[in-house]
């Protein structure tokens, strides 16, 4: 699986981006999805997860009630919408897969990662 990432920009503090992450190969649907970010001199950090079968979605903290994650199985995409955005947001946003996931926080069991866009959030 082949994961390619696209959406990011520069925007306002309040404003709104959505991403998207389009996967290439077979059984997409098989995937849990997942999206993760990391701003310069801090670790990678869990954002939000959308389990295989869509029924499970898990949001960090500091995102909920702000971002919302979907998938399109039918355009082999996952998407992430981000509202309100806050310059605590910017970061280098990835995607990830991990076959049958259940939308887990944890990076190291994802199989296959996206090249990353980067989000830029001005104050």
């Known amino acids: 699986v082949q994961l390619q990432a696209s959406g990011g920009g520069l925007v306002q503090a309040g404003g709104s981006l959505r991403l998207s992450c389009a996967a290439s190969?077979?059984?997409?649907?098989?995937?849990?999805m997942g999206w993760f970010r990391q701003a310069p001199g801090k670790e990678r950090e869990f954002v939000a997860a959308?389990?295989?079968?869509?029924?499970?979605?898990n949001y960090a903290d500091s995102v909920k009630g702000r971002f919302t994650i979907s998938r399109d199985n039918a355009m082999n995409t996952v998407y992430l919408q981000m509202n309100s955005l806050k310059p605590e947001d910017t970061a280098v946003y990835y995607c990830?897969?991990?076959?049958?996931?259940?939308?887990?926080?944890?990076?190291?069991?994802?199989?296959?990662w996206g090249q990353g866009t980067q989000v830029t959030v001005s104050s």
């Open positions: 990830a897969a991990q076959r049958y996931g259940s939308a887990t926080y944890c990076a190291n069991q994802y199989d296959y």
């Open positions: 959308i389990a295989w079968g869509g029924s499970i979605r």
């Open positions: 190969g077979h059984s997409f649907s098989s995937f849990g």
